[in-house]
């Protein structure tokens, strides 16, 4: 608990530091174009309370959990089954490279010719832009699994159920967070640019707006407040369950 705190308090000194800077840039530099932190933070205000931030906000962490449990589900079940099986990997390794080189910016344009202007194609595009990382991950994961405990699980006739649950998921945890965090640092990206290309709400939409107005401080307020988002669910969420699920290592 200590520690944690330490820790919590290390971000925190951090971040004062950098506001510090950033306000002293911005005195400095003395543009309006480059609005200092306190003015950034007023607007970040006004918004919250008087503006659409909320909304905003909202509509496009709707899209990032469900592009994320999408293609960190489906990327998870793929990449351990072409682990295992070796004929599944040579059939669609190909495939996976493919996704992996394909840019998101893309997939976002075709999926929006090919379905329209909607949320399903906006998410399934961030998805899809996603899972091939989640595949590979979990695949290397699965392929360096020790094959004495597997063999063990057979000598006691554990079963398909109890030795994904006892033996190979404990193993593939750290593969899972790593595919866990990357993919939200890469996926709240795509939906920022998958709203701004077609989108009429969430955080991209209205940064195009602001942009197109030369509102630089709502720009980043805006920004900011999503990055804000996502900083308190890597450390509330994501850092305290690795943690946990690695406590085993000791």
Excluded at 117 to 122: P, Q, R
Excluded at 174 to 189: E, M, N, Q, T
Aim: charged content about 15%; glycine content about 6%.
């Amino acid at each position: 608990m200590a520690r944690f705190s330490a820790a919590v308090a290390g971000r925190a000194i951090s971040l004062l530091l950098l506001l510090t800077f950033w306000e002293a840039a911005a005195r400095l530099v003395h543009s309006r174009l480059f609005p200092g932190a306190g003015t950034v933070l007023d607007a970040l205000f006004d918004e919250t309370v008087h503006g659409e931030l909320l909304h905003h906000l909202g509509a496009t962490l709707l899209r990032v959990a469900v592009a994320f449990a999408l293609a960190v589900v489906a990327g998870a079940v793929i990449g351990i089954a072409m682990g295992l099986v070796r004929w599944l990997d040579a059939l669609f390794d190909s495939w996976v490279v493919l996704l992996l080189n394909l840019p998101a910016l893309v997939i976002a344009v075709l999926l929006y010719v090919w379905f329209g202007l909607t949320d399903v194609a906006a998410i399934t595009a961030v998805a899809v832009s996603k899972l091939p990382a989640v595949v590979v991950t979990l695949r290397e994961g699965t392929r360096a699994l020790d094959c004495d405990l597997a063999g063990m699980a057979r000598s006691f006739h554990l079963g398909a159920w109890r030795t994904l649950r006892h033996v190979i998921l404990p193993q593939l945890s750290p593969y899972l967070l790593v595919a866990a965090r990357s993919g939200l640092a890469l996926i709240w990206k795509i939906v920022l640019v998958v709203e701004l290309l077609g989108r009429p709400d969430g955080i991209g939409y209205e940064i195009q707006v602001f942009f197109q107005l030369f509102d630089i401080k709502r720009l980043i307020a805006y920004a900011l407040a999503f990055v804000a988002v996502v900083l308190a669910i890597e450390w509330c969420i994501l850092l305290p369950l690795e943690r946990r699920l690695l406590k085993w290592r000791g």
